[in-house]
């Protein structure tokens, strides 16, 4: 069957190369409504620990308040092909009497109907700055209108909500992104980003309410568990994924019971692939069985741990817990040898796929989205590298290497284990390091991506490195028009 049509709907971060990611994509009354997630790579000059580029890959102030990170929800009529931005953030005062944006991302979106909602809502979970009031899980009932619903109780330290996840009549999320409170104790239990404090799945039946229930004991009772990452519905069981540094594990819920719930492992140590698959970065349905998808935080470089680089693996689990390697790395496990039913290694073949990053299926076929951190390889040291390692980067050249492997893949499969590429440099475009929403409608299927290389790149000329325009920066949007 041929391969589906995609065509750019939107480039350079709508027009604003500081609009990086896609964070967030959920159909709704007829419209598709997109998260962002603004100056990302901003952003990422101030992590601790700092990752090793020189120079900075965008050009940067030195004080991140000299940005403007206000984030964005846009909206996309595909009847009329028109994009209108529907809300954007607005400033505040933080604690230390500065202006801050009140929001910085959208990294989930879900159509909810809680008991207290006269119809489907867009709910929308945000990420809010260190120095601001936790983040707020925003409500609309038209997809113009949005304001904060009741604040769930968390503690002062949550900087975010890391998904939205419905099931069995409730709305399911995770705090995520401790602050200042918790920092110690990150460091301690050996976290990074995109991790916190409480690795606790908390539901609610009317997010109105305010009224949240943890569904389980924090990390499942296992403390390296530091959070979970992704959840999903299948077989009538709540599915999640966890971020643990001596590997992933998935955990399904046992029966239906009102919260707290009954959990049981299915998978661990990263499916016997151990702080390899770190992360179970995302979790699809397709034809009867879950696809789990794994990776090492930061994109398959652990900085403050040392683990990798390591590319991503895929799995299918099946509703009575048995699993199958489909991408990755033969081994053998306690429950028998695995091997890539695919024929692929690990990121489809490619060690610059840190993640496979989300996953969709659309008109019978699976799709697999991944990320790749080959651009970044111009302003990564080398020093440190393995001899070998750094004598064939010499040998291909960072050039080749950039040309041949930038820009993320799209594949997709009729079955979980024939896999054939939609694209394999960021559909054109190297500076698309990452698939980061997709979602299938009857208006088509849509793709959004992640690209932090804009609105300028440092670029080496005549042996001296300068920042230049880059009109390729920023996040885009791909739909493939088709029924669903």
């Known amino acids: 069957m041929r391969?589906?049509?995609?065509?750019?709907?939107?480039?350079?971060?709508?027009?604003?190369?500081?609009?990086?990611?896609?964070?967030?994509?959920?159909?709704?009354?007829?419209?598709?409504?997109?998260?962002?997630?603004?100056?990302?790579?901003?952003?990422?000059?101030?992590?601790?620990?700092?990752?090793?580029?020189?120079p900075w890959p965008v050009d940067c102030p030195d004080d991140i308040r000299d940005v403007e990170r206000r984030t964005e929800i846009w909206r996309y009529n595909p009847r009329i092909n028109q994009w209108r931005r529907v809300y954007r953030a607005?400033?505040?005062?933080?604690?230390?009497?500065?202006?801050?944006?009140?929001?910085?991302?959208?990294?989930?979106?879900?159509?909810?109907?809680?008991?207290?909602?006269?119809?489907?809502?867009?709910?929308?979970?945000?990420?809010?700055?260190?120095?601001?009031?936790?983040?707020d899980i925003?409500?609309?009932?038209?997809?113009?209108?949005?304001?904060?619903?009741?604040?769930?109780?968390?503690?002062?330290?949550?900087?975010?909500?890391?998904?939205?996840?419905?099931?069995?009549?409730?709305?399911?999320?995770?705090?995520?992104?401790?602050?200042?409170?918790?920092?110690?104790?990150?460091?301690?239990?050996?976290?990074?980003?995109?991790?916190?404090?409480?690795?606790?799945?908390?539901?609610?039946?009317?997010?109105?309410?305010?009224?949240?229930?943890?569904?389980c004991e924090e990390g499942f009772g296992d403390p390296a568990n530091l959070t979970v990452f992704e959840m999903a519905n299948f077989n009538g069981h709540l599915y999640a994924g966890t971020v643990n540094p001596n590997g992933m594990q998935?955990?399904?819920?046992?029966?239906?019971?009102?919260?707290?719930?009954?959990?049981?492992?299915?998978?661990?140590?990263?499916?016997?692939?151990?702080p390899a698959n770190e992360v179970g970065v995302g979790l699809c349905v397709f034809k009867g069985a879950l696809y789990v998808s794994t990776g090492v935080l930061n994109g398959g470089y652990h900085r403050k741990l040392r683990i990798g680089p390591y590319a991503a693996e895929l799995m299918r689990v099946w509703p009575d817990d048995s699993w199958e390697l489909?991408?990755?790395?033969?081994?053998?496990?306690?429950?028998g040898l695995r091997y890539p039913l695919s024929g692929y290694s690990a990121g489809f073949d490619n060690l610059f796929g840190g993640y496979i990053w989300r996953m969709c299926e659309h008109d019978g076929w699976l799709y697999a989205g991944t990320f790749s951190w080959a651009m970044t390889l111009p302003y990564l040291p080398r020093h440190f590298w393995p001899e070998d390692v750094a004598t064939l980067i010499q040998r291909w050249g960072i050039d080749k290497l950039c040309y041949d492997y930038g820009g993320c893949e799209l594949w997709r499969s009729p079955d979980g284990v024939r896999w054939s590429p939609?694209?394999?440099?960021?559909?054109?475009?190297?500076?698309?390091?990452?698939?980061?929403?997709?979602?299938?409608?009857?208006?088509?299927?849509?793709?959004?991506?992640?690209?932090?290389?804009?609105?300028?790149?440092?670029?080496?000329?005549?042996?001296?490195?300068?920042?230049?325009?880059?009109p390729r920066g920023g996040l885009e949007i791909y739909r493939a028009p088709g029924t669903a």
């Open 138 to 215: 925003l409500r609309s009932e038209d997809g113009l209108n949005f304001a904060p619903a009741a604040r769930p109780p968390f503690d002062a330290s949550v900087r975010s909500f890391r998904t939205l996840q419905p099931f069995n009549d409730r709305i399911h999320t995770t705090p995520t992104s401790s602050g200042a409170i918790n920092l110690q104790r990150m460091l301690e239990r050996r976290s990074q980003d995109s991790v916190g404090g409480n690795s606790t799945i908390y539901a609610t039946d009317d997010i109105a309410s305010g009224q949240w229930t943890a569904t």
């Open 90 to 135: 607005p400033m505040v005062q933080g604690r230390d009497g500065n202006p801050w944006p009140r929001y910085i991302s959208f990294r989930g979106m879900a159509v909810f109907q809680g008991k207290g909602d006269p119809k489907p809502c867009l709910y929308v979970s945000s990420w809010s700055p260190l120095l601001c009031d936790p983040p």
């Open 326 to 335: 489909l991408v990755g790395q033969s081994r053998l496990t306690p429950d």
């Open 250 to 274: 998935l955990w399904r819920t046992v029966d239906d019971r009102p919260p707290p719930y009954r959990w049981k492992k299915v998978l661990d140590c990263g499916a016997w692939r151990g």
């Open 3 to 54: 391969r589906p049509d995609f065509r750019l709907i939107s480039r350079a971060g709508f027009g604003d190369g500081i609009n990086h990611y896609a964070h967030s994509m959920a159909w709704f009354e007829d419209n598709l409504y997109i998260g962002i997630s603004r100056a990302t790579m901003h952003a990422n000059k101030i992590n601790i620990p700092k990752p090793d580029l020189s």
């Open 422 to 470: 939609v694209t394999r440099d960021g559909f054109g475009n190297p500076y698309n390091w990452g698939i980061r929403t997709m979602a299938s409608t009857a208006q088509g299927f849509f793709v959004g991506t992640a690209n932090p290389f804009g609105p300028t790149i440092a670029q080496k000329r005549d042996g001296r490195w300068r920042y230049v325009p880059n």
